[in-house]
């Protein structure tokens, strides 16, 4: 029996990095609802509720600073700092209001597609056509009552797939897309949400939509409905209309998350913080001591109570003394945070700075740079996928013409404050950051002579010591 559930081998490999960036970026209550699976007990042998109780408070007083969501709102942000250029034909310029048939406009759900390729390096959109019992007309399109729609799906959903080649070309011949579908109660008021498998196949050369969801009875998962979706000449679509959007290239491998490496360290800090509020809240409680009494003392002081303050007398026998014990601070929890917050905005950075990884045939004719940045290829990489959807919603409809849609990223014009720059030097001076990428950053944000060699700037800095540039005040 086929299992339509079935997971590609990278979706299970990636699965666990797609959830802790998704976890990081969402804030501090996800990542403690989370426990231990982010934050370690200190003492995981003892298994007594009074552990447990600890345990809470330590995770209590632990502070998690989402760098990650910052961060994420501001790349995203930078991909829409300029309006993107959509060019479509009169009969899809409801796209620009409404593109998934729930009132998303193609300009809000290109802000979702981005942040999630910048979190998880992968999302996918279906390209979808209502069926229909005979061929629609223009007038049916043009009313708004029958239309192509775009919808999108997050890395998680999306959890098989297979291509296989067609000629020179490998093509997509299956994806699995996990849904929610809501039912109606049998009184007719109530809605429950059930899981359900959308899977697009190309069976014998012709795209096959077929739906499955579970059965109770027979514990098996049912095909519910097949369809085969016609063009608008009322021909069968000889390919699957789903198109991967990635951090690195559209295909159907798997990118790496660009967010990772950033979603970790944060929480690495967050569990430093953990260490570091604990020894603040023990070794900020001073702890108070008697030596020198006897039982009969003892007993009295305890019947008596103990007043501490500077209108207290303490009365003590002869030889008796009192004093207060402060534990020293522990600054090695404080000083792991703030290199990891150096650490963090290093890498922030470098998402905006040019790389080198390979460009989009877009991308590569709208700039001349030999470099980019991770956002610009993420911006590019977007633009391509909803141009190839737009053109498919027109083939679907019977519309030609010109359909583009573009993100707009200019390379290297990314402000950067004291602060930033500070984190980079710091990041710097501690071996976290090599000089060629330092000064490769500052280049691009205008803070050093673009036409400086490596050399000439250390030359430089040797020559006017080491107040010779002044970050903080950038």
């Known amino acids: 029996m086929a299992d339509v559930t079935f997971q590609h081998g990278d979706y299970a490999e990636n699965y666990d990095a ?22 370690p007990k200190p003492n995981p042998a003892d298994k007594s509720a009074q552990n447990a109780m600890r345990y809470d408070q330590y995770k209590a007083r632990a502070v998690y600073y989402n760098v990650s969501r910052r961060t994420l709102q501001s790349l995203t942000g930078a991909c829409f700092a300029k309006n993107p250029t959509l060019i479509v034909p009169p009969v899809l310029g409801y796209v620009a209001d409404n593109i998934d048939g729930q009132g998303l406009s193609i300009y809000q759900q290109s802000q979702v597609a981005v942040s999630e390729v910048i979190q998880k390096g992968r999302v996918g959109i279906l390209v979808d056509y209502p069926q229909t019992s005979a061929q629609a007309s223009l007038a049916d399109m043009q009313s708004g009552r ?11 959903d999306i959890i098989n797939w297979r291509t296989e080649k067609v000629g020179a070309n490998q093509v997509l011949s299956l994806v699995v897309l996990k849904e929610c579908a809501e039912q109606v109660s049998a009184d007719g008021f109530g809605t429950e949400e059930v899981d359900q498998y959308r899977a697009l196949r190309l069976i014998d050369g012709i795209y096959v939509i077929e739906l499955y969801q579970f059965n ?3 514990q ?19 390919n699957i209309p789903f198109s991967f959007i990635g951090s690195i290239s559209n295909s159907a491998s798997c990118d790496p998350a660009p967010l990772y490496d950033l979603a970790t360290l944060n929480l690495a800090h967050y569990r430093n913080s953990a260490d570091y509020e604990d020894s603040v809240y023990m070794t900020g409680q001073p702890q108070a001591w008697i030596s020198g009494l006897t039982e009969e003392w003892r007993d009295w002081l305890q019947k008596e109570g103990i007043y501490i303050g500077a209108r207290a007398a303490m009365l003590l026998p002869n030889g008796g003394n009192f004093g207060i014990a402060q534990a020293q601070p522990n600054s090695l929890a ?9 650490q963090m905005k290093a890498i922030g950075a470098r998402l905006i700075t040019p790389g080198s ?3 989009t045939a877009t991308e590569a004719q709208s700039e001349n740079e030999s470099e980019h940045s991770v956002v610009s290829l993420i911006a590019a990489n977007v633009s391509e996928a909803y141009t190839l959807a737009l053109n498919w919603m027109g083939e679907w409809m019977g519309v030609t013409g010109t359909m583009e849609y573009t993100l707009h990223v200019e ?26 990428d330092l000064f490769r950053i500052m280049r691009k944000m205008d803070v050093i002579d673009a ?10 800095l040797a020559a006017s010591g080491p107040s010779g540039l002044d970050f903080g005040s950038a």
């Open 357 to 359: 990884a390979v460009k």
């Open 334 to 342: 404080k000083e792991a945070m703030d290199a990891k917050e150096a």
């Open 146 to 156: 029958i239309r192509s729609t775009i919808a999108l799906y997050e890395a998680e």
């Open 216 to 218: 109770s009875k027979t």
């Open 451 to 460: 036409e400086k060699s490596d050399e000439q700037i250390r030359e430089e």
């Open 220 to 238: 098996s998962w049912d095909m519910i409905s097949q369809n085969i979706p016609l063009n608008s000449s009322g021909g069968a679509w000889k």
């Open 18 to 39: 797609w959830e802790t960036v998704e976890d990081a970026c969402a804030g501090e209550k996800e990542v403690k609802d989370k426990g231990v699976k982010y934050l």
């Open 411 to 436: 390379p290297g014009k990314f402000s950067v404050d004291g602060v930033m720059l500070t984190a980079l030097v710091g990041a710097n001076q501690s071996g976290k950051l090599p000089d060629s």
